[in-house]
């Protein structure tokens, strides 16, 4: 059956009805794409529109300021550090005005950069990537700072950078300064030596008001008094082209740089350099001394008039020396570097006597006048202890025992102190400083020495292999009564000691400066007349008791170092004390501790020769050297010592 609709009778054939069309009311696609057109304009307007008002609306001070930057440059101009002289004003350290090659970073970047810098390697003598490889690692670190090429440079050197100042783009000569040692190596240790602030510093001195790149203190009086030396950067704000170059009104603003006050130190640089050579002679002279040092105070004020350390070292090498240098100096086995006047510790030995003696006497432990048998050896705890060379010197009193150095005498002051309650020997030790730093004005170095006791050898024994030593035995303080044990001091710490004695009983601190004065010499700041002293609580009984032991000790017809002393005259007069350190790894070390005038004292020197045998032999003849620098007389009056200790 069809499906066809039949058509009308009345209709001609082809004019047949057609379906009814479907109308589409969605526009042409011409027109679609061109409102999309039109649209995508109008957003792209809007939105560099919208930039734009951000650029110079929003933004606009922001890069208004960028732009002000890449045309004006602000040069930092580096301070001279201050000046460091003697307790005279003789210079020891002091700024020299010198040009280093630097290159700015960001001015040698891409081909133009890297053939100035490996032109200036060759023609410097190094390989062609030296310079290129030394600014890439600094940049790496601080992309905005220029880079040190080479320092303190040579006349040839700045011709050639001036003449070719167009081949050579972010290379310059730039004023810089450098340190001078008018008196060469002498108080290097005192000194100390300056160098760049150290990586793992920088933000701490960033907060103390530093850029970065400055030169500081790093040890000695440098770093102590970094803050008076340092000096205060000055600025310059001036108008550069995209090359970096100086163009139109060049300068726009000038703040000058602030020069470092002057630091004048106690040192008196003639005893301080007849101390060193004597330390020198005496190590080189011995064939076994492997150091030496030295301290030289005034034992009134705690002024140091020399402190000296052997070997030294140059404090040029930090500032121009080779990495190869600096190295040898930091692993040299004679270690250099260390200062033993404040950082050696060793045995007292017998310059402990003085302070077994006030001991004694200010804990009852002696009562003046009495008499002791001072044999050659003595049986104590069924132990002999013998005394040195087992000199046998007869029934004597306390100063006599201090003059003839008799061991056995003291070993009966230390059993006396091991048979009271309390603890002496080792409570005067401590009131006269021993067993801690003495406030010597250095930023580090200094050791505190040990005064062993109860505690320390708790602290320091293995309970499970020697439970016995872990108390305190009858030997440990007999020991100690001879500054032997384990007994451990610094020269620094003696003469503070002994200065007790000399001034009449009281405890100075050891004082390096002594003030920070201006341009003119006037004086901004005392650094002597604030530091801490105390009363030693020493009686004038005891005082005249241990002070006539020491002045025979020096001048007595038994006294250990008369052969030193003894020819002195009377406004020389020397009392002290030798010492003669056990050493178990090999010749003795030497000890004196001494000072002059004996009526009124107005230096007192002490010093340790390592290895050096008996204190007579080395260590008094120095104490005498130094001495009398200061006090005005001849080396030739200063004996050559003898064999005791």
């Not at 933000?203 to 000096?231: F, P």
């Not at 040299?332 to 302070?355: Q, V, W």
């Not at 105390?534 to 038994?558: E, F, H, M, W, Y």
């Amino acid at each position: 059956m069809s499906t066809l609709t039949p058509r009308p009778p009345d209709l001609p054939p082809g004019d047949e009805p057609r379906p009814p069309r479907r109308r589409d009311r969605r526009p042409p696609r011409p027109v679609l794409r061109m409102a999309s057109f039109t649209v995508a304009v109008l957003l792209l307007l809007g939105v560099l529109v919208a930039r734009l008002w951000f650029l110079q609306v929003i933004g606009g001070g922001d890069y208004q300021e960028r732009a002000e930057a890449n045309r004006l440059r602000t040069v930092i101009t580096e301070a001279p550090r201050g000046a460091i002289t003697d307790r005279n004003g003789a210079p020891l350290v002091t700024s020299r005005e010198v040009l280093n090659l630097v290159a700015e970073p960001r001015q040698l970047a891409g081909p133009e950069g890297d053939a100035a810098l490996r032109r200036l390697s060759v023609a410097l003598g190094h390989p062609p990537g030296y310079f290129a490889a030394k600014v890439k690692k600094a940049a790496e670190a601080r992309p905005f700072e220029a880079v040190v090429l080479d320092e303190d440079t040579t006349p040839e050197l700045q011709a050639y950078v001036e003449e070719r100042r167009a081949q050579l783009p972010g290379i310059s000569l730039q004023a810089a300064y450098v340190r001078d040692y008018p008196a060469g190596a002498t108080a290097a240790h005192v000194l100390g030596y300056t160098g760049p602030i150290p990586a793992e510093k920088i933000d701490d001195y960033r907060n103390r008001g530093y850029l970065g790149n400055e030169t500081v203190g790093r040890a000695g009086m440098e770093a102590e008094y970094e803050q008076y030396l340092r000096g205060i950067a000055g600025r310059e704000q001036v108008e550069v082209d995209a090359r970096g170059e100086v163009v139109g009104r060049g300068i726009l603003s000038q703040t000058p740089p602030r020069p470092g006050q002057t630091l004048r130190l106690s040192i008196d640089l003639k005893v301080q350099k007849a101390l060193e050579v004597a330390l020198r002679d005496e190590v080189r002279g011995s064939g076994t001394s492997t150091g030496a040092a030295g301290v030289a105070i005034d034992p009134k004020t705690g002024a140091v008039l020399a402190l000296a350390s052997y070997p030294t070292f140059d404090p040029k090498v930090f500032q121009s020396g080779s990495a190869r240098d600096v190295r040898r100096l930091l692993t040299s086995p004679s270690r250099p570097l260390l200062d033993r006047a404040i950082g050696g510790e060793y045995p007292a030995a017998s310059t402990f006597k003085a302070i077994t003696a006030t001991a004694a006497l200010e804990s009852g432990l002696y009562k003046p006048g009495e008499i002791i048998d001072a044999p050659g050896s003595v049986v104590l705890y069924k132990t002999r202890f013998k005394g040195f060379n087992n000199l046998d010197h007869g029934k004597i009193g306390i100063s006599e025992a201090l003059e003839v150095s008799s061991d056995t005498f003291f070993y009966e002051m230390g059993d006396r102190s091991y048979r009271v309650r309390g603890w002496p020997l080792q409570d005067w030790s401590r009131k006269f400083g021993l067993g801690r730093p003495t406030g010597l004005d250095t930023s580090e170095g200094e050791s505190s020495g040990l005064v062993p006791d109860l505690a320390y050898k708790r602290r320091t024994c293995d309970r499970k292999v020697d439970p016995i030593n872990c108390s305190w035995r009858p030997g440990d303080s007999i020991n100690m009564s001879i500054g032997q044990g384990n007994v451990l001091v610094t020269p620094i710490q003696m003469a503070v000691a002994y200065a007790a004695i000399a001034n009449g009983g009281t405890v100075v601190t050891p004082t390096l400066g002594r003030a920070v004065v201006d341009a003119d010499g006037r004086v901004l700041r005392d650094l002597i007349s604030a530091r801490a002293s105390r009363p030693l609580g020493i009686s004038k009984d005891t005082l005249q008791l241990v002070r006539t032991g020491l002045r025979r000790a020096a001048n007595g017809n038994g006294g250990t170092a008369t052969p030193v002393f003894g020819a002195l005259p009377e406004q020389f007069r020397v009392e002290g004390k030798t010492g003669t350190a056990e050493n178990p790894t090999g010749v003795d070390h030497a000890w004196y501790v001494g000072y002059a005038p004996a009526d009124d004292p107005k230096i007192l020197v002490a010093v340790v020769v390592e290895r050096g045998g008996q204190g007579a032999n080395s260590a008094a003849p120095v104490v005498c050297r130094t001495i009398g620098s200061y006090l005005g007389f001849a080396e030739d009056r200063c004996g050559s010592g003898a064999k005791v200790n």
